[in-house]
């Protein structure tokens, strides 16, 4: 009993020292920020994106995994396949170190530097007064949607999972509100649920990022899988009467950063509440399908849960899995 007491004060140690060293390297970083040369920044971004991409060798497994089940049939090629991880593991850190940045950019500067394309239908979706919900996934530079529209004038909230550590929670939070972005954790849901329900009374947008596939929702098929896709999105916008708007930013080949708002989605209405929540979940799954099939190399390919059942084909996690090499993968 008492070694089970010390091994759970040294794992509490150890889980709190990771947090701890995270945090005063963010902190550093955006200390660091306004006096590093943007050529410089721009190597020390790729460089960070090179040494995870080596170190995290197990995320980036998966996300090759993903990947093979996911769409083996447009990049039948393993080499292509790790190309587009890579792609994609490389736009995720510019899209961190462009978010990092936005604390310190103006909202001219913020305006600026993403592009937009569609306002007018959120425009049109908020006239109706019941607030909008902005679907969107882990695609592109998704982090930086919050502070494109808060510099526009748009009341603005995320849904997010929290760091399990507090302390670094708050730092975060502190960083979104900076260029006006609120925070709705997603945990605990009740209290979460209300947060949104009343941000959509205000008539605000609140992003909800609805590409996390694991247990417990609605199953729909995804890039040729089943997976079970989160029915909080489409159960809040029928119990408000809220609109719901796709919405990504993506990265052109240029590096240019634009915001694509879609028309607001029409909701399957049959009276029978389960059915219309199965049926919208699967049409906003459909609505995520599309985007990621366009941008393959800016989605993160980490959402799916590891029972998802492919539809088409025969290939496995684990056949794939003793295809890719253990170590990490060159460059």
């Known amino acids: 009993m008492a070694k089970k007491k010390k091994r759970f004060r040294i794992q509490k140690f150890f889980y709190s020292l990771r947090y701890r060293i995270g945090e005063y390297c963010l902190r550093g970083f955006v200390f660091l920020l306004p006096l590093t040369p943007r050529p410089w920044l ?182 040729g899988r089943t997976a079970s896709a989160p029915r909080g999105p489409v159960t809040l916008a029928l119990r408000a009467g809220a609109s719901v708007v796709p919405m990504f930013l993506t990265r052109d080949q240029e590096d240019r950063l634009t915001l694509h708002i879609w028309p607001e989605i029409d909701f399957v209405k049959s009276g029978d509440l389960q059915q219309d929540v199965n049926s919208n979940v699967a049409l906003f799954t459909q609505e995520l399908e599309s985007m990621v099939r366009r941008y393959p190399d800016q989605w993160n390919w980490l959402g799916f849960h590891r029972d998802g059942r492919r539809l088409r084909g025969e290939i496995g996690v684990s056949k794939f899995a003793d295809s890719v090499e253990r170590g990490p993968t060159s460059l």
């Open 42 to 223: 721009a190597r020390l971004t790729s460089l960070g994106a090179r040494l995870t991409f080596a170190i995290l060798w197990k995320y980036r497994r998966r996300m090759e995994e993903n990947l093979s089940l996911a769409m083996r049939e447009e990049f039948p090629s393993l080499e292509k396949r790790k190309s587009v991880v890579w792609k994609a593991w490389r736009n995720f850190a510019r899209g961190m170190c462009e978010t990092t940045c936005s604390v310190y950019h103006s909202k001219e500067e913020i305006l600026s530097a993403i592009g937009i394309q569609g306002e007018e239908h959120l425009q049109s979706a908020l006239k109706q007064g019941k607030g909008v919900i902005a679907l969107s996934a882990h695609l592109g530079n998704f982090t930086m949607i919050g502070p494109r529209l808060a510099a526009c004038g748009y009341p603005f909230s995320a849904v997010v999972k929290q760091p399990k550590d507090q302390r670094f929670a708050r730092l975060i939070d502190e960083y979104r509100g900076r260029v006006g972005v609120k925070t709705i954790s997603a945990k605990p849901r009740r209290e979460a649920a209300r947060q949104i329900l009343k941000a959509l009374r205000r008539n605000e947008v609140v992003l909800m990022v609805a590409d996390e596939f694991k247990s417990g929702g609605v199953e729909v098929e995804f890039l």
